[in-house]
């Protein structure tokens, strides 16, 4: 007597063909992955988005720029007035240097933002009328 290994073979055949598939599907799956990653990037790369839409960017820039150098700059009202006192404590004058610190480090950053928007809108410009 002799048993048949017959459909253990088919079976482990078919695991192989199911595997392999699997396998393959797999790989199709991270190859549109990797696309969809590259073309995601490049939508939302900040080069796209100003050479797409140049004006607009540089209207946010510089609102930006603004809301960023009020924020360090704070409100200051000319009616009201503190005067410093001699006894002040060390922490308040950190205070006040920090925030002159930032005051213009807020500037410097709207400055920053305003010669990239010209630059980018320069070059904009220029491609346009060659």
Request: cysteine-free; charged content about 25%.
């Amino acid at each position: 007597m002799t048993i048949t290994n017959e459909p253990l073979v088919g079976i482990q055949a078919r695991i192989e063909e199911l595997h392999n598939t699997i396998t393959e599907k797999e790989e199709q799956i991270m190859a549109r992955n990797r696309k969809l990653k590259d073309e995601l990037m490049k939508e939302i790369s900040p080069e796209h988005i100003v050479r797409q839409h140049p004006f607009e960017a540089a209207g946010v820039t510089f609102l930006a720029g603004l809301l960023l150098a009020r924020a360090m700059r704070g409100h200051k009202s000319p009616s009201i007035r503190v005067e410093p006192t001699q006894h002040s404590a060390p922490s308040q004058h950190m205070s006040a240097q920090s925030k002159t610190a930032l005051s213009s480090i807020g500037f410097e950053m709207l400055r920053s933002m305003k010669d990239l928007g010209l630059t980018y809108l320069q070059r904009y410009l220029e491609k346009k009328f060659r």
